[in-house]
């Protein structure tokens, strides 16, 4: 009798029978479908887009949800910014749906369904509900995504020497796809139809207590995909005004995990860095780096990001760059990574303008040592870094205010990017603000209001005081014997301090009178430019 009322009292089976078992709990969580009444999600919220691709799905008679950080915004009361929906039709049957839909990917095959053109065009990414497999399991490589291309070709899981997955692609139920996910609140799936939230893992009352939670054991998930390290920080950063914090099992391994990124592509780390700069949250994310003990090491760029977001003028790009997304408005990568490397950029072209040389040639070498040194081959030679250069290359054009110039200026396609940048440096005192003042005035005036503007500009340049140009040598010109005396053709002309002796006269050498009994007549030979031309084409 006692031994039955403590079993009881204990919740043990009181069954005798050799075959009796207990319930197990699944490894993949116990569903839970949540109700309106307790998640109070806001369906008008959802994006017509993403019901639209859920209800075509549903009809087509697929499972199919809003899945992820955007029922997890919906939960706490934030407007998302991207829907993303997960289904059980595979990537071939999805695409099969929608007239605008494409599979990419390879590591994990999903599709974006498009809508709109041009700017206002929206994606809405749809992924298949994956199988849950231990990674223990999976067909190894001995390299990476690259080396081992031709190897990946024909799996569907495989992972690397170190356990990071390189391909997913195996197809199971929404139970297993849930568990594989990262945290429990990003885990949730939501019928805008029946406005049911399923949910495997409690990510409802994890969302409620304000805990970042990862799902399974997080030393293994961070190294099934060290991108989730970065991800961490983000939502961090993105929930830490909500008051949210990481569970101490979560955020225990991040440092000492960090290294496992060095073996991610450049090119994900990249785009990576751009979430966590471009998200709304950029100086957010910069202090959470900071408080985890990830300043450093996790890409080189954003390494200068954080050891440079208390100066001025980054500090200030990075403050309008939150602004912007907070108000609904589209940044553009390449400004804010010109933003960046402003300050590596200046400093080289300041001292090579210090060395004497000309202007435009000066900023460009700096713009290529700043690539070089700082984004190498991934963004730096496409149409992010053709954009960056444009906008700085602006920057000594916007100091010519007369003749035809300043609307060549304004006809420039990154235009109002570059005016944005020279703004920033008028507020941080690089520059006087009168000019950033000027051409927004020019740039909104009609042309009459123009005409009058770029006069009144070329009569006060008539009235400034011209300072005196002195001669210096170039360093490179000095190469050689110490004792020879520098040609003139090595002698440049610079600004001077008021009351420097005026500059000698230049000596004019004469050049030989072409051979007009060469073929081809005079020029045909294809001379080659003075360096007096080659220097007014460059200034």
């Not at 599979?103 to 999903?110: E, K, L, Q, S």
Request: charged share 30%; net charge positive.
């Amino acid at each position: 009798m006692i031994k039955k009322f403590i079993d009881k009292l204990f919740g043990k089976s009181d069954s005798t029978e050799p075959g009796a078992k207990r319930a197990k709990k699944s490894p993949f969580g116990q569903r839970q479908d949540v109700g309106v009444k307790e998640h109070g999600i806001d369906v008008k919220l959802v994006d017509d887009r993403a019901m639209d691709v859920v209800h075509t799905l549903k009809d087509a008679g697929y499972e199919a949800y809003i899945v992820g950080g955007a029922v997890r915004d919906l939960l706490v009361g934030l407007r998302p910014k991207d829907f993303d929906v997960a289904t059980d039709a595979t990537p071939e049957q999805v695409k099969s749906l929608f007239r605008r839909a494409f599979i990419i990917g390879r590591r994990f095959r999903i599709v974006h369904v498009i809508y709109g053109r041009g700017r206002e065009h929206e994606v809405i990414e749809v992924s298949t509900f994956r199988a849950h497999l231990d990674s223990s399991l999976a067909e190894q490589v001995g390299g990476n995504e690259r080396t081992s291309k031709s190897e990946l070709a024909g799996m569907k899981h495989a992972v690397d020497a170190s356990g990071r997955v390189l391909r997913d692609n195996v197809w199971g139920p929404i139970e297993q796809d849930a568990a594989r996910r990262d945290f429990t609140i990003n885990a949730m799936y939501y019928d805008p139809e029946t406005q049911v939230v399923v949910d495997y893992h409690n990510g409802i009352k994890d969302a409620k207590k304000k805990i970042i939670r990862m799902i399974g054991s997080p030393a293994v998930r961070y190294r099934e995909d060290p991108v989730r390290i970065i991800r961490a920080v983000r939502f961090a950063a993105k929930l830490s005004a909500l008051g949210f914090k990481f569970e101490d099992k979560t955020v225990a391994p991040l440092r000492e995990m960090k290294g496992l990124l060095a073996d991610v592509p450049q090119s994900r780390l990249f785009d990576e860095m751009l979430k966590l700069l471009q998200t709304g949250h950029a100086l957010a994310s910069i202090a959470q780096l900071k408080f985890l003990g990830l300043g450093t090491g996790i890409y080189p760029l954003l390494d200068v990001v954080v050891e440079n977001a208390d100066e001025p003028f980054l500090k200030l790009a990075l403050q309008d760059t939150d602004r912007r997304v907070g108000e609904g408005k589209p940044v553009a990568p390449s400004f804010l990574l010109s933003c960046v490397l402003w300050a590596d950029v200046r400093e080289g072209w300041e001292q090579r303008k210090k060395r004497g040389e000309h202007l435009m040639p000066a900023l460009q070498d700096a713009i290529d040592d700043a690539f070089n040194a700082k984004i190498g081959d991934v963004s730096g030679r496409g149409k992010l870094g053709t954009d960056m250069r444009e906008i700085w290359t602006m920057q000594p054009r916007f100091e010519k205010r007369t003749g035809s110039a300043p609307y060549s200026l304004l006809d420039q396609p990154r235009f109002r990017a570059g005016f944005d940048f020279l703004r920033l440096r008028a507020q941080t005192g690089e520059i006087d603000m009168e000019l950033a003042e000027w051409w927004e005035k020019f740039s909104t005036a009609y042309d009459d209001e123009r005409h009058a503007m770029i006069e009144e500009a070329r009569q006060a340049q008539q009235h400034k005081p011209q300072a005196p140009r002195v001669r210096i040598k170039r360093p490179d010109a000095e190469a050689g014997s110490g004792h020879a005396e520098r040609p003139a053709s090595d002698e440049v002309d610079v600004p001077g301090e008021q009351g420097d002796a005026p500059p000698a006269k230049k000596r004019r050498r004469r050049r030989k009178p072409a051979n007009r009994g060469a073929a081809g007549g005079e020029g045909a030979g294809g001379d080659a430019p003075s360096p007096s031309a080659d220097t007014a084409s460059n200034s």
